[in-house]
């Protein structure tokens, strides 16, 4: 069971990013899936999470509204597409899923999460 996170980089304020999470040896269909990051000297927080029981991803606060999540099951694959990003958003950025059952209180925490990526990083700076 691997998950690969790519599609990070350097943008400028208020640019986009997509990032990526393709699955292998699994298959994400029927997986809670989240997208994390861990900006420096920061804790790890919950930015986005779709649970198997409902297909309406869930957003963090400091994100929402700018951010969209979205599967391609035939391609075996989730994304995180990065609109109007700005500094705050600079990290480490992970992806994560999980075939146990999450709930919404749950879907933004870290241990709720059995299989990891390997990060990729997004910076945001002029």
């Known amino acids: 069971v691997q998950l690969q996170a790519s599609g990070g980089g350097l943008v400028q304020p208020g640019g986009s990013l997509r990032l990526s999470c393709a699955a292998s040896?699994?298959?994400?269909?029927?997986?809670?899936i989240g997208w994390f990051r861990q900006a420096p000297g920061k804790e790890r927080e919950g930015v986005s999470c779709?649970?198997?029981?409902?297909?309406?991803?869930s957003y963090a606060n400091s994100v929402k509204g700018r951010f969209t999540f979205s599967r391609d099951n035939t391609k075996n694959t989730v994304y995180l597409q990065m609109n109007n990003l700005n500094p705050e958003d600079t990290a480490i950025y992970y992806c994560?899923?999980?075939?146990?059952?999450?709930?919404?209180?749950?879907?933004?925490?870290?241990?709720?999460?059995?299989?990891w990526g390997q990060g990729t990083l997004v910076t945001v700076s002029s």
């Open positions: 994560a899923a999980t075939r146990r059952g999450v709930i919404l209180s749950q879907c933004h925490r870290d241990e709720s999460y059995d299989y």
């Open positions: 040896g699994f298959t994400l269909r029927g997986y809670a």
């Open positions: 779709s649970r198997q029981s409902s297909g309406i991803p």
